[in-house]
């Protein structure tokens, strides 16, 4: 039944104006600046993507000329992974809903909160910047000595743009990891809390401990291309691979900052459309702090070809297939939660069932890159950019599209087009496995990654791949379309469509400006979901 | 309320660390040969340390604050072994 | 609007809430900002142990004196951050000021100090660039310390000056009477950070400034 007070006012008519929204302190509203902000960066990322897809239909260079291509696919990672990926399921989602799944009426800062969207946004017009001005063709991992002397493109305002990202990084961690430990409803002990909260606070505490690292190497990184010094330039003395370390460190773990908090929304989904409480909850959080430090210990798994001693190298893949652990449990726990389950076919559930599937082999992948012998003739293949597209399309953004379409009612207050949405959902399956699963049999046929042109053997592989990504890109389309369509719609959804357990099912969709008129008291353990279909 | 260190609790520590770096300097003139720079290091981290416990309350505060402070040292190091164990085993 | 009593923000229950989350909140970065110097001490510990022989001649290019001294004020300046502290926390309300006036004069001498140093530096071709000159067998790798140098201190310094800044906001708002044993967390919060600048040199100190003096 809807509150009667949904009429008058929550967070969305509040306040009107510009002015409101730019200087908004509701961890709503800068959640909603996330969104929008982040979409658009998905688009630019996405809008590499097709032309260097376009480029790779044919086997000689046509479209593009190789300087061109480099900075093709250097934007389109550049783009993704630190103006998408990152930010997103944590800005957005985990914005709107830490402090109301934990009973807050806020984040711990909230005017921090909004400068982060603020250096975020700055970090961005770094970036555009250097779009505009001829581009970087580095690759999105910027190895020096070639990112720090030799390179002509633009490398100075991205590494300026990405270091103020990171700000942004760090700025909603410390919100996070703060607003978790303090401000947590009476009641609601570490082992009741959501496994959304448990995933949003690994992802905090990691970037917390990695992002600083690659804020001081892109210094590093910055003072020698100005200065035209060597810590990483064998000619001056230094030494490359020192570069790679460093790099590393921080986006090894960058990828669990991405992986995780889908993790976290795919838990909160199978239990809700299956109805029935997750499966081994404490492992599922104990797996969560092992991903999160284990994640750390492997990142010279990226330099076993570098000239990284032999030993290291060793050393790097046993723990390598250690991470796969704790990965594996969650994917076992899942399917033991799915069941015996009544499970609903929802949209939201749908996405859980994408990403169970494709992390899954995306993670398997992982193995035969971190086993030595087999990455010596795989690393830098099309092999590594399937396994990683896998995991992080068919993975991270699945999640992401999970967690959009099971909040969204509580976001706007209004449901969106079921069919269209499931439709999407289907077209987005397709689209990914047509354009990622030839990218693993090209890798393993020798099909270089980063490369302009290729041997006419692989072309058949390459156009399929090509093929997908056009069905892919149109799988992304639709959902802009059918969200924004269902604003036009009162906002009638309702508190608690999915009839979920969860503090934040308890408010108004959309919720009041401070979530709780009065602080909640918990006395159960998360997901009491009953077989009869509603929630306790 | 956050506890309230006794003043001659910090001149005590004041005076530690003025006489820690006197030493530290001595003991760089004396050729210990490899040792020199452990030496140096050691006597760092007593400083930090006692720096860490009475000038940034530590030795008086939650247990969550401990955890930090021991959390970022503790990654630091993970970082500087595991870079070292590359170029060591080369 | 002056706060006598600190007024409670509305998503807090209440003031000792607001206070541990402050405090936590500055912990969580200086966790950061140990990550992030601690790659560049990383990046340190790799150079020199690549090249222990260069790292010697080249440090021996610094002042020993200096260094020490510059250590001995960073220590004092440490003290009187304390004292501006704990005089917040017992009502000597007036001794706030002068306590954090002092922490700012020692951090300028500081900057003197190293001015000097950098200065000498500059003038005996020890910038790294093209201008950079060094006698014997181990000039690229000397130029490697000196990067190192000019890096890790700058840092360090670009530190010192948003310490000054807190420390001047901190000022300003003393002399309001904002803070009082009731209410003194922005005084704590700005004191932890700048007790992490200072135990960063107290690092950078031996690292720099005593390799090889035997």
Known sequence: MTNPLQKSQDYLNAEYGVRSWFFTQDHKRIAILYLISITLFFFVGGFFAVLLRLELMTPQGDIVSAETYNKLFTMHGAAMIFFFLIPSIPA????FMVPMMIGARDLAFPRLNLLSWYLYTIGGLFTIYTLVDGGLDTGWTFYAPYSSRYTISNVVPVVVGVFILGFSSILTAVNFVVTIHKMRAPGLTWFRLPLFIWASYATSVITLLGTPVLAITLVLLGFERLAGVGIFDPALGGDPVLFQHLFWFYSHPAVYIMVLPSMGVVSEVVTCFARKKIFGYNFMAFAIMAIAVLGFLVWGHHMFISGQSVYASLVFSALSFSVAIPS?????????????????????????????????IGGLTGLFLASLAVDVHLTDTYFVVAHFHYIMVGGAVMGYLAGIHYWWPKITGRMYNEAWAKFSALILFVGFNLTFFPQFILGHLGMPRRYYVYPEEFQVLNVMSTAGASILGLGYLIPMVYLIWSLRRPKDAGDNPWGSTGLEWTTPSPPTTHNFEKTPVVTTEPYLYDKKGSSE | ?????????????????????????????????????????????FKATIVVMY???????????????????????????LMLSDYMTR | MSKVHSAVAHHFEDAEQQREAATLGMWAFLVTEVMFFGGVFGAYAVCHFLYPDAFAAASNKLNVVLGATNTAVLICSSLSMALAVRAAQTDKVKQIVPWLILTIVLGLVFFVIKYFEYMHKFHEHLFPGASFVFEGPHGAQAQLFFTLYFVMTGLHATHMVIGFGLMLWLIVRARKGHFSSAYNTPVEITGLYWHFVDIVWIFLFPLLYLIGRA
């Open chain 1, 92 to 95: 957005v989602l985990g914005n």
């Open chain 1, 328 to 360: 594996a449990v969650k994917v076992f726990n899942w399917t033991a939660t799915l069941y015996k389950g009544e499970i609903e076919f929802r949209t939201p559930i749908l996405y859980a069932f994408g990403f169970i599937g494709l992390f899954t």
């Open chain 2, 1 to 45: 309320m956050s506890h309230v260190v006794p003043q001659k609790i910090y001149l005590l520590v004041f005076a530690t660390l003025l006489l820690m770096t006197l030493v530290t300097v001595d003991v760089a003139f004396y050729n210990f040969g490899w040792l020199n720079i452990y030496l140096a290091l050691v006597i760092a981290t």
């Open chain 2, 55 to 81: 000038f940034m309350h530590v030795k008086f505060s939650p247990r969550l604050t401990w955890l930090f402070a021991i959390a970022g040292i503790f990654w630091m190091i993970i970082l500087m072994v």
